[in-house]
């Protein structure tokens, strides 16, 4: 994908041009560069020039087996297609005049045929040339050198004679080749030599013991030598070792054998592995340890090899370098040697440089940013001659790793090549600068339809090209124009995003591109839908076994939308089975069993968003009523092979007795002798009624068939097996399954598949023919048979790209049908470069958005798994904050993203962020770390609030200051108010204070009252939660007293003698209604309602009984006086008509009563003989008290 990096020109309107301004040129550029992605579509590329682009090359160093070609890759783009040359050794190979090589069309691959020549004459280092009108890329110096596997020097090995218990080297000096061989150990039956504490091979081939034993004795110790890329093995001459027992050596302590004296130097690369060892003599054997001294071992990437002789770091960084101490002891004494460390490190991308697409008049950088140890030197190329060497272009200025490309003009298009070099290595990049001026265009589809649920984000896009990159506005329904703010966000590369969507959201949305040369626009629409949401969830069921279960869902969704209802059984499908009926709101379960308990969801989707609910299911037992004894079937006997073929055979049978419940099925099954005996495979299954199956059998198979019959009850004991029938063989008639392809380092590719088993054989002689070849590249299929593996390793293949394979079975009587292509890819590497321009849009105090420029595929090198943001709080800007050390934070963002949101941060505080690339190898190098600062926020609540010294009318209070203020502290707020005995809140009142106030009097407080404090912090942004506090003013005894002195005014003693005149007056009228003959019908009421607060009479004066002190003085049901008789002033407003005769009862609700007790008189038939005399009116008062 091409990138481009633009800047406008730059113009101050306040300050004139300042000579030697360089440096402030250099640092507006930096920020206002831009980049704009080119995209692939065949028809933005169409009529768009492009210099070279190197898309494929071999590695640096490429060591070829003589026995194959030669392949150098070199594969590139542009516009037009760049024609290729190559050198050879600095000078031109001219490849027409040799005929053993050839250039692969359309690209510059070139292809050596080394077979009758000599692979050395091939031997050198070759650079690859791409060209077209608008510039010229370079590829890497690939040096080219031939494997070699040396044959061992002669010499003549002595015998060894030694000690029991003394320490022993066998050496083994193998050959150097090309590369360096594998190197092992093993005895005359090729069976390897155990290796363990006591014996273990150094790095360097040679055996050590520690201590030697009787059993060490033998004479054909042979090192072996394994060159990887000939395939060939080598061995040294035996060696003989002889221990002796007449005189064993003493128990000592340790000593170092490996490496030797008290202290040695080690170099190491960065990024390669650290292999340190230490091997010690002693006896007992002696025990090895490793520590650096002032520093831990890095554990994620470290590894403890060779029975703990070994120290391994994998991906050496600087912090690695330093003092590696190995020590080795016993129980008699111990010994330790100093190992110092130093990390080099050739050339490493900081920021490599990218490709730029400027228009005419505009300005751009290309930075080269490399770092190493001793430091790289830079060099520039253009077209692939050295800067200085090129044709002057006063557009151009270099500045160490900086090119500075002001006003440039059409036709100036270039490539460059960036050089960084040490003396461990060199990285080599192109970068292109295309000049083109290209009116505005719009790549989204026209009138697309963007459906989102209401209440969520909803992203609107316009992708555009152009040169000068084109200004993006939005408008709604072509009048509305759409403006960053609180609901909109119109992002850097056009999308339009609406925070949380609403259905007043819908319409029409347009997009317009603008730039210098033409305008575009386009036109989208957004729908927004209701929620999808489950009006009656399933309730939870008990049911008893055979019964059915009836579970309901009702949905409501948007009626635009198509609903799809599935339901679940314990997250997993429903059961296969008829009696589980779905209907169109409903699970209906019928015949229930012990099986179906479990929890049920019903899951309601449409194309935008679903919703759940979910239910139990309880299966109890059933009432047990008398049934008949059932039981499983007995096995089918006489099995019968009939109508053998090649390809079938017939089987028959007998039934077995079906103890009460009917055979409903046959099951088949086969044992293949040949492959897996012992093992009952089934095969395939029949009705109950019949008794004979037709079968289907394949090749190469020793048939012995077995049937079992199945009831409601279970299945039957299997029969006895049939005779044995056996298949001819034939070819395979299935290749292998899970054919798979991906790399295990980043210059190989694994074939992997599943082996096909005996049975699907068909044959003797089972092979597997696996073939490859890289897709996209016109080349041939590469072939290997493999037999009895799974797996199939290819060497030496670029990092990271795709591969057609094929995996055929074969076997001695012909080879499989043909196989199905699958897409592997080779292996991965780390990622090269880091993203670039990285930008953080603050949203407000706690979220910020990071954008940033994504890492080209090609550099990724390997399958893009997301970036990873790393964060970390540098401080408050608040001075007096106390700056701790924060810890990192880091969010991973999935795919190719460019943009991530940040949440959770800290009010008024800086913030560092870097971003990295990751793919299943691991992380990219960081990016440019950048720093930003979040705005203010409210602050937290105060640390403390106290109430102290309450008096009569005032409390004081006192207060910390927030533990997070937030921002810059401008006051606080208090508010507090009275709250009486039922809890209820009295009005609130205010007070304001400043920033450095922490304690504050109030005044003119109500005494023995309780208040509620309520006292918060301030920022600019307002107020923070409150803090709340209660307190009780100081009770005031002078008052208490004035309240009982209240009993002798005069006012009081009116109102109490009023009362007592009202009084007075009713027991006057009630004497009157006694001797006017009224009778009040208490007991007609009492055997009516049967009140057990109301007594009955006493037969000795006919009035009611007084109430039992056991009820606690209840007052009688309805009544409002008090018990100790007195009447309260709010109690007494009763009428004297209540009193009155005739008239209906008044006893209700509402406390009334004495209606209760008027009315025509009744002769109680239970009590006849008594007085119909009415009870006194002082007693029956008397009786409500």
């Known amino acids: 994908m091409w990138s481009l990096i633009m800047a406008p020109p730059i113009r101050d309107k306040n300050r004139k041009c300042v000579p030697g301004s360089g440096a402030l040129l250099l640092l507006l550029l930096s920020h206002l560069t831009s980049a704009l992605e080119v995209p692939l579509d065949p028809k933005v590329l169409e009529g768009l020039p492009q210099p070279p682009t190197i898309t494929l090359q071999s590695p640096k160093d490429y060591i070829f087996d003589p026995r194959e070609n030669i392949i150098i890759h070199c594969e590139a783009k542009g516009k037009p297609h760049p024609s290729f040359s190559w050198t050879r050794n600095g000078t031109h190979f001219d490849v027409e005049k040799d005929s053993k090589v050839v250039m692969k069309p359309g690209s510059g691959t070139l292809v050596i045929d080394i077979s009758g020549e000599k692979a050395e004459a091939y031997e050198g280092t070759y650079q690859c040339t791409a060209h077209n009108e608008h510039g010229t890329a370079l590829s890497n110096k690939i040096i080219i050198r031939q494997s070699r596997s040396p044959l061992w020097s002669k010499e003549r090995n002595e015998a060894f004679t030694v000690q029991k218990g003394a320490p022993l080297v066998l050496q083994c000096r193998p050959p150097a080749g090309l590369p360096p061989p594998v190197i092992f150990w093993m005895d005359n039956n090729f069976q390897k030599l155990?290796?363990?504490?006591?014996?273990?091979?150094?790095?360097?081939?040679?055996?050590?013991?520690?201590?030697?034993?009787?059993?060490?004795?033998?004479?054909?110790?042979?090192?072996?030598?394994?060159?990887?890329?000939?395939?060939?093995?080598?061995?040294?001459?035996?060696?003989?070792?002889?221990?002796?027992?007449?005189?064993?050596?003493?128990?000592?302590?340790?000593?170092?054998?490996?490496?030797?004296?008290?202290?040695?130097?080690?170099?190491?690369?960065?990024?390669?592995?650290?292999?340190?060892?230490?091997?010690?003599?002693?006896?007992?054997?002696?025990?090895?340890?490793?520590?650096?001294?002032?520093?831990?071992?890095?554990?994620?990437?470290?590894?403890l090899q060779n029975f703990q002789k070994t120290l391994r770091i994998s991906d050496v960084t600087d912090s690695d370098a330093g003092r590696y101490r190995c020590s080795a002891s016993n129980r008699l004494g111990s010994t330790h040697h100093i190992i110092n460390v130093t990390v080099k490190a050739a050339p490493y991308w900081v920021s490599a440089p990218r490709n730029l697409i400027l228009a005419p008049n505009e300005t751009g950088i290309l930075t080269c940013r490399v770092n190493g140890q001793p430091k790289p030197k830079i060099r520039w190329f253009v077209n692939g001659v050295p800067v200085e060497n090129a044709p002057e272009d006063r557009s151009r200025k270099v500045d160490d790793d900086t090119v500075i490309l002001s006003n440039v003009q059409s036709g100036t298009s270039a490539v460059y090549q960036c050089n960084a070099s040490?003396?461990?290595?060199?990285?080599?990049?192109?970068?292109?600068?295309?000049?083109?001026?290209?009116?505005?265009?719009?790549?989204?589809?026209?009138?697309?339809?963007?459906?989102?649920?209401?209440?969520?984000l909803a992203l609107l896009h316009c992708a555009s090209f152009g040169s000068p990159i084109p200004t993006i506005t939005w408008f709604k329904d072509s009048q509305?124009?759409?403006?960053?703010?609180?609901?909109y966000v119109i992002h850097e590369n056009g999308t339009l995003e609406i925070h949380v969507a609403q259905p007043l959201n819908s319409g029409k949305y347009t997009c317009i591109a603008t730039n210098n040369l033409g305008i575009r626009e386009n036109h989208v629409f957004l729908e927004v839908k209701e929620p999808t949401r489950i009006l009656k969830q399933p309730e939870y069921r008990v049911v008893q076994r055979g019964m059915s279960a009836l579970f309901e869902c009702k949905v409501k969704h948007d009626p635009s939308l198509i609903p799809t209802m599935t339901w679940l059984k314990d997250n997993g499908e429903l059961p296969d089975h008829e009696r589980f009926l779905v209907g169109a709101d409903t699970l209906t379960i019928s015949d229930v069993t012990d099986g179906d308990e479990g929890t049920y969801t019903c899951m309601m989707n449409t194309s935008l968003d679903m919703d759940s609910a979910s239910a139990m299911l309880t299966v109890v037992e059933a009432t047990p009523t008398p049934a008949i004894v059932y039981e499983r079937p007995d096995p089918p006997t006489e099995l019968v092979l009939s109508d053998q073929t090649e390809k079938s055979v017939r089987l028959t049978w007998v039934h077995g007795d079906e103890h009460n419940s009917p055979t409903q099925k046959f099951l088949i099954q086969f044992e293949d002798l040949l492959h897996q005996p012992g093992v009952w495979v089934n095969m395939t299954e029949v009705a109950g009624t019949v008794s004979t199956a037709q079968l289907s059998l394949s090749p190469y198979v020793y048939y012995a068939f077995r049937v079992l019959a199945m009831n409601r009850i279970g299945y039957s004991e299997p029969s006895q097996p049939s005779n044995q029938y056996r298949t001819s063989p034939a070819a395979p008639e299935e290749n292998p399954a899970d054919v798979q392809g991906r790399g295990t380092m980043p210059s190989n590719l694994v074939i992997t598949w599943t082996q096909l088993t005996g049975f699907q054989s068909n044959g003797p002689g089972l092979e597997y023919k696996v073939q490859w070849r890289q897709k996209d590249v016109d080349e041939d299929w590469s072939s290997k048979n493999a037999a009895n593996v799974s797996e199939l390793v290819v060497p030496g293949t670029p990092t990271y790209?795709?591969?057609?394979?094929?995996?055929?079975?074969?076997?001695?009587?012909?080879?499989?049908p043909q196989p199905y292509t699958v897409i592997g890819y080779s292996g991965e590497d780390l990622p090269l470069s880091a993203p670039e321009s990285v930008q953080v849009m603050i949203h407000n105090s706690t979220v910020a958005e990071v954008h940033w420029e994504p890492v080209p595929f090609s550099l990724v090198r390997g399958r893009l798994l997301g970036y990873k943001v790393s964060y970390r709080r540098e401080h408050g800007l608040n001075k007096a904050e106390e700056q701790g050390e924060q810890p990192e934070q880091s969010l991973t963002f999935p795919g190719n993203r460019s943009e991530g949101r940040l949440p959770g941060l800290q009010p008024y505080s800086v913030y560092n962020i870097s971003i990295r690339v990751l793919n299943n190898k691991g992380e990219g190098p960081a990016s440019q770390s950048k720093t930003f600062e979040t705005p203010e926020g409210v602050p937290g609540p105060p640390s403390f609030l106290n109430v102290e010294t309450p008096s009569l009318e005032s409390v004081t209070l006192q207060w910390g200051p927030p533990l997070q203020n937030n921002g810059r502290l401008v006051g606080y707020t208090l508010k507090y108010q009275p709250v009486n005995d039922t809890n209820e809140l009295g009005p609130p009142q205010l007070a304001e204070f400043l920033a450095n106030q922490t304690t504050f009097t109030l005044e003119n407080l109500n005494s023995s009252m309780r208040y509620k404090f309520y006292l918060s912090a301030k920022t600019i942004k307002g107020s923070g939660p409150f803090l709340t506090e209660e307190a009780v003013t100081v009770v005031n005894t002078s008052a208490a007293s004035r309240q009982v002195d209240i009993a002798t005014q005069g006012w009081f003693i009116g109102l109490m003698c009023a009362i007592a005149l009202l009084i007075l007056v009713l027991l006057i009228v009630c004497f009157i209604k006694r001797n006017k003959g009224g009778k009040y019908p208490v007991k007609e009421k009492e055997d009516a309602h049967q009140d057990p607060e109301i007594q009955p009479m006493k037969e000795d004066d006919g009035t009611f009984g007084e109430y039992s002190d056991t009820e606690d003085h209840k007052p009688l049901k309805g009544s409002r006086t008090p018990s100790n008789g007195t009447v309260r002033r709010d109690e007494s407003d009763d009428s004297l008509v209540d009193y009155g005769e005739g008239g209906d009862g008044q006893f209700n609700e509402d406390g009334s009563f004495i209606g209760q007790y008027s009315g025509k008189k009744e002769k109680d038939t239970h009590e006849g003989n008594e007085s119909s005399e009415a009870p006194s009116p002082v007693n029956a008062m008397n009786s409500f008290v």
Request: aromatic share 8%; hydrophobic share 35%.
């Open 194 to 303: 155990p290796l363990d504490k006591r014996v273990s091979q150094a790095r360097n081939g040679d055996l050590y013991f520690a201590n030697v034993v009787p059993e060490d004795s033998r004479p054909d110790y042979i090192c072996y030598a394994r060159f990887p890329h000939t395939q060939t093995i080598q061995q040294k001459q035996p060696i003989s070792v002889a221990v002796l027992e007449n005189n064993p050596g003493q128990e000592h302590s340790p000593g170092l054998m490996l490496p030797q004296g008290a202290f040695s130097h080690k170099m190491v690369l960065r990024g390669e592995t650290l292999e340190l060892e230490c091997i010690a003599e002693g006896l007992p054997t002696p025990d090895i340890t490793w520590e650096k001294e002032g520093g831990e071992l890095p554990t994620n990437r470290l590894a």
């Open 422 to 456: 040490n003396e461990f290595g060199y990285l080599l990049a192109n970068a292109f600068v295309n000049v083109l001026a290209e009116p505005p265009r719009v790549l989204t589809p026209p009138n697309l339809v963007y459906q989102v649920i209401s209440n969520n």
């Open 480 to 487: 509305i124009s759409i403006k960053n703010g609180e609901h």
């Open 801 to 816: 790209v795709p591969y057609e394979i094929k995996v055929q079975a074969v076997n001695d009587y012909g080879e499989g």
